[in-house]
């Protein structure tokens, strides 16, 4: 499945054969997905990924940020937040389609739920869901990522 980013365009799942990745899921605040808290939340959940950036790819992951926002909305969280990894529009929920993955709608329009996926190996190895506090959501990954003592490889999806 091909993403586009306001940088350019992503095969997720030639990625994930590649590459380790933590992708978070968020709703996004542009549009009919945006409520009064969800621009701040959206914020403290990319500034703490940036937060952990080199840790996590010390660990050899790769964070990405995923939502329905359009690449232009994208582009203007990424510069406020100076978020330095991926964020990928997926207006259509192309991937939430495709892995069943919890979303809500508001005005007719379907958002993504917050939901943080750790991928290896092209598999899925472990989802949090639900993600009550956005700030703590890179630390919880890195955490379970740790625990694992494996980093990039291996780990159950449980």
């Not at 993504?112 to 630390?139: C, D, M, Q």
Request: one cysteine or more; aromatic letters at 6%; proline letters at 3%.
């Amino acid at each position: 499945m091909v993403l586009d980013s306001f940088r350019s365009s992503v095969d997720l799942g030639e990625l994930a054969s590649v590459l380790a990745l933590v992708l978070y899921l968020y709703p996004g605040s542009d549009g009919a997905c945006g409520g009064e808290d969800t621009s701040r939340m959206d914020g403290v959940q990319h500034r703490a990924f940036r937060a952990h950036e080199r840790e996590l790819r010390a660990l050899e992951f790769h964070a990405i940020g995923i939502s329905s926002q359009s690449k232009r909305a994208q582009q203007r969280s990424a510069f406020a937040n100076r978020v330095e990894h991926r964020l990928l529009s997926d207006p259509e929920l192309l991937l939430a389609r495709e892995l069943g993955s919890p979303t809500f709608t508001v005005n007719g329009a379907q958002c993504y739920e917050r939901l943080t996926l750790v991928v290896t190996e092209g598999s899925i190895r472990k989802v949090f869901f639900p993600v009550r506090v956005p700030a703590r959501n890179s630390a919880q990954a890195m955490a379970w990522i740790c625990l694992q003592g494996s980093g990039a490889s291996g780990g159950d999806a449980g």
